[in-house]
């Protein structure tokens, strides 16, 4: 070879192909005629292991080195199109690459292109390869361009890796469902940020895509929130290391529920070393996959005489130095004081680079160093630097520099700043543990619960399960359970459900189907089933995950129940006492045949209008009361009282009701009998009589009208709290059977088990009204000094989530101190905001204005003697002719339908006693379609 052609002297592979290619019918025809521009590129390319192209010329000739080799694969373009003009070499980009070489020649700069999918043919086929590269200008001799300088990097493996990772956060999704966390991700530049619904909702905070950080914050422990404020804060610090694990409780804005949470995250930061995002869960871990990865970009060596080539070096951010060893003196270009952190202006001198090294990296880097001095090789080397931004990674390499005796006098190289690549490195390979370790999870709590699992491919129809799956569905393990199995496992009866209930997880994204199956032994089973549905990025589903779960047991449990609760009812209806059933609440939901002959009531008619319907009126509230104070006690109930017959007569009936419990003393339901003892009350009230006669008129009546007052509040103390047991069984069972067992009733059926579940639902209504009614008859009236504030906060807040859903607004325009009876006035003010929205007008949102004023009793037409407090409660609803304001303040009066209007007609009923019971007054005023007013008159105390 010629002693001119010293630059083709290494290069491996591509080296040697140079060397012995006969170039004298190309482009560029004999290398000793070649420019030292181009000499100087190909030296730079051939000792350089980062893949490198160089076009040179008018044809774009094309040269590359051994790094660039792999891309090109086995079976395509090398080596032919070494020496080739662009053009020829690549026609199925060239309409891509052309554009972007001709701009870099006109304009002289630099252009940088990162993830490009440019497929071309290797491995003797057409593939999608993706590509970040840089185009740089090769200035020649003239000044003026002469080449594109190509430093490239193959992504392809980096591109699928991302799809890997965006399919394994789909799945990771799933499984932060089923672990029920919470998740958050906070920009510190915006101040906002984005969660799932399930954080908003710890933190009573609306369904929007973002939300500032202070409403989160807000929401937190008074006692904690500095310390979360601080951590964050904390957090966000680079030096911290952007870590973020705490310990703190949140209260709901609403219902002001608290709960203790265990919050985790970790910042992201960028080159600067300032915070990009902060991202976390509650509850558990969850780590949010950067989807950026980079190869190692480093260029290997440079030489000291390419000048024009380190313009190219420049605009790719590669920064090119010269070390003279013997003086120990170093040269750095501007880019390679910028990757160190350093101004352009400012000095490096060798010692300076030495110390910023840190001192773990310091020894590999110097033996590399030596090495390379030593065996005259390639320098080649990765070490973090303490820059004034923070630590930094950073890629060296160099070929040495020898003297004509063939001595390493000094090295010539490159550097590249690779922090952002090392840390996009180091999040997804975290990310990617965090995945596993998420399934990991997922998999104990699943096994845990003895749910079977299953994964099925929508378009294809493929299916995997868990052993646990198969085992549901058969009664043994089946290693090769496919999807044709389960949909013959199924019951054929229960097959059309199944197939209705995957139509609408394609359109709903959920499955919720229960059914039957059958065993291969010909025995059936019941299984619960549940799924998500995942979608490509087209919107079209593409596979679904979820879980089964074998229920056989519990529907055996409610099948063995159903056919006792029968045997109950024929051996009751064989009975001429009153026998009657009520669950564990004391809602009643059965009576016997004799009920119905002594009442002449059909089923329907008690369904419709009550049980309590039969009692005698003087009698009920005193039933309600017992009844109610049994249940909650768990006490035996007996009580007489009178019923209605058939004929319209009253007769007294003895009723007693025992609970029912279970091996651990739970109360599961209540059963009771009611006997006639309409003689021996008879005979009873005679024998009253005549002590009666016996006894002084006054005393008699004194001490008549205490025992009647003490039973009456006894009586009605119990049978309130009894008569909401039964109700309650009645809308338990009836949920119970309209949600599991609808599809197996008629549709008269269905019809009267929703107006059973509604007429209970208006029973209970009326029984809390009732003893709300009752209560204020109480003697006890003790009066306290309390804010009206503070009464109506009590109120929000038991109301709260009422408020909420009707958008209403409360707002009090004047407070006052009032000396009351406390629960009596918080039950007004319930009843009050109660009546404004459940009269509100549909197009509006309810708006309730309460206002308090002191007068002198003269100026308002009351007792001159006295001052009174002047309340005032205002609202926006429908309203009424005010002709019916005379008696809207009367027990069971109604202005509207029950079908129209909810309610019992007491809840004003109650208002107007309990001002009676504070010796005020109450009146209202209303304008239909504008609203209501209620005024009340106290007197100050």
Not at 612 to 639: C, M, Y
Request: aromatic share 10%.
């Amino acid at each position: 070879m010629n002693s001119n052609l010293h630059f083709l002297s290494a290069g491996g592979e591509m080296g040697q192909y140079i060397r012995t290619k006969d170039w004298n019918n190309s482009p560029v025809g004999d290398p000793v005629l070649w420019p030292q521009s181009l000499r100087t590129a190909l030296s730079i390319i051939l000792n350089s292991r980062f893949p490198m192209f160089l076009f040179w010329g008018d044809e774009l000739t094309c040269f590359y080195n051994d790094a660039y080799r792999p891309s090109l694969g086995n079976d395509g373009k090398h080596p032919s199109i070494l020496g080739m003009p662009g053009e020829e070499a690549w026609p199925e980009i060239w309409e891509f690459i052309k554009p972007l070489i001709d701009n870099v020649l006109l304009k002289k700069e630099a252009s940088w292109h990162e993830d490009q999918l440019l497929p071309i043919y290797r491995n003797g086929k057409m593939e999608d390869v993706y590509w970040t590269f840089s185009y740089s200008p090769v200035i020649d001799e003239t000044g003026n361009p002469a080449g594109v300088f190509v430093t490239c990097s193959e992504t392809t493996e980096k591109v699928k890796l991302l799809d890997t990772l965006s399919e394994s956060h789909k799945q990771l999704e799933f499984a932060i469902e089923a672990a029920e966390l919470g998740t958050y991700d906070y920009s510190p530049a915006r101040g906002k940020f984005t969660a799932n619904n399930r954080l908003k909702d710890w933190f009573g905070l609306p369904h929007e895509d973002e939300l500032h950080l202070q409403n989160a914050i807000d929401a937190i422990l008074d006692s904690d929130r500095k310390t979360v404020q601080d951590a964050i804060a904390e957090a966000l610090r680079f030096e911290s290391g952007g870590k973020y694990d705490l310990y703190y409780t949140i209260v709901h804005p609403v219902t002001f529920e608290k709960k203790s949470v265990h919050a985790k995250g970790k910042t992201t930061f960028d080159a600067q070393g300032i915070a990009i995002r902060l991202d976390g869960t509650l509850q558990d871990i969850t780590r949010q996959v950067q989807d950026s990865n980079e190869k190692d970009k480093a260029l290997k060596k440079a030489s000291h005489n390419a000048r024009h080539l380190n313009l190219a070096l420049e605009a790719g951010q590669l920064g090119s130095y010269e070390l003279d060893i013997a003086s120990g003196t170093i040269k750095c270009s501007l880019q390679c004081k910028i990757n160190f952190g350093r101004k352009p202006t400012d000095s490096l001198t060798y010692s300076e680079f030495l110390d910023m090294v840190l001192d773990e990296d310091r020894p590999v880097m110097r033996k590399a160093f030596y090495d390379a001095v030593a065996s005259n090789s390639v320098y080649d080397a990765t070490y973090r630097v303490n820059a004034s931004d923070g630590i930094r990674w950073i890629h060296a390499s160099a070929m040495p520099v020898v003297n004509k005796e063939g001595k390493v006098i000094g090295m010539a190289g490159v550097t590249a700043n690779i922090t952002e690549v090392k840390n996009s490195q180091i999040q997804i390979t975290a990310a990617l543990a965090q995945t596993a370790l998420s399934r990991e999870k997922l998999n104990i709590v699943i096994d845990a619960s003895e749910l079977g699992t299953w994964e099925l491919d929508l378009k294809t129809g493929e299916i995997e399960t868990s052993s646990r799956f198969s085992e549901i569905f058969t009664g043994t393990v089946q290693q090769d359970f496919n999807l044709s199995k389960t949909r013959q496992q199924i019951h054929p009866e229960d097959m059309e459900k199944r197939n209705l209930a995957h139509k609408e997880a394609r359109e709903t994204g959920k499955l919720y189907f229960i059914g039957r199956i059958i065993w291969p032994d010909d025995s059936i089973h019941w299984i619960e089933s549940k799924g998500k549905v995942f979608y490509d990025r087209d919107g079209t589903p593409a596979h679904m995950i979820g879980t089964v779960q074998d229920i056989t047991e519990e529907k055996q449990k409610q099948e063995i129940l159903h056919k006792s609760e029968q045997k109950f009812r024929l051996l009751a209806d064989s009975m001429a006492q009153h026998v009657w059933t009520s669950d564990s609440q004391g809602n009643l939901n059965y009576f016997n045949q004799s009920v119905y002959d002594y009442s002449g009531l059909t089923p329907e008619q008690i369904l419709t209008g009550g049980w309590i319907q039969i009692v005698h009126p003087d009698d009920r509230q005193a039933n309600v009361e017992a009844w109610t104070k049994s249940v909650k006690e768990g006490t035996d109930f007996i009580l007489e009282h009178r019923f209605r017959n058939a004929a319209g007569e009253y007769r007294w009936q003895l009723s007693r009701a025992i609970p029912q419990r279970d091996a651990q003393g739970i109360i599961q339901m209540w059963v009771g009998t009611s006997t006639d003892i309409q003689e021996q009350r008879s005979f009873t009230d005679e024998l009253e009589m005549r002590v009666q006669e016996r006894t002084l008129q006054m005393q008699q009546k004194n001490v008549e009208l205490e025992r009647m007052n003490r039973e009456l509040q006894t009586f009605a103390y119990i049978s309130s709290h009894d008569l909401q047991e039964p109700l309650r069984k009645i809308q338990t069972f009836s949920d119970l059977i309209l949600k599991g067992e609808s599809e197996t009733l008629s549709p008269r059926g269905l019809n009267y088990f929703e107006r059973m579940r509604k007429s209970a639902e208006r029973m209970q209504n009326l029984i809390d009204d009732l003893l709300a009614y009752s209560r204020t008859s109480s003697p006890e009236k003790t009066f306290e000094n309390i804010s009206l504030d503070a009464l109506i906060q009590e109120v929000r807040d038991e109301i709260a989530e009422e408020l909420l859903q009707h958008n209403a607004h409360i707002e009090i325009m004047h407070s006052a101190n009032l000396t009351i009876i406390q629960y009596q006035f918080r039950q007004l003010l319930y009843n009050l905001i109660s009546n404004s929205l459940k009269f509100k007008r549909a197009e509006i949102a309810p708006k309730i204005t309460i206002s308090a004023s002191l007068y002198k009793g003269h100026i308002i037409g009351m007792n001159p003697q006295f001052q009174y407090h002047m309340l005032t409660f205002e609202d926006n609803g429908i309203g009424f002719d005010q002709k019916h304001a005379p008696k809207i303040f009367e027990v069971f009066q109604r202005l509207h339908t029950k079908e129209t209007y909810e309610g019992t007609g007491i809840g004003l009923s109650i208002v107007k006693k309990i001002v009676d019971n504070h010796e005020g007054l109450i009146n209202v005023e209303s304008v239909p379609g504008v609203g209501t007013k209620f005024t009340i008159f106290l007197p100050l105390r």
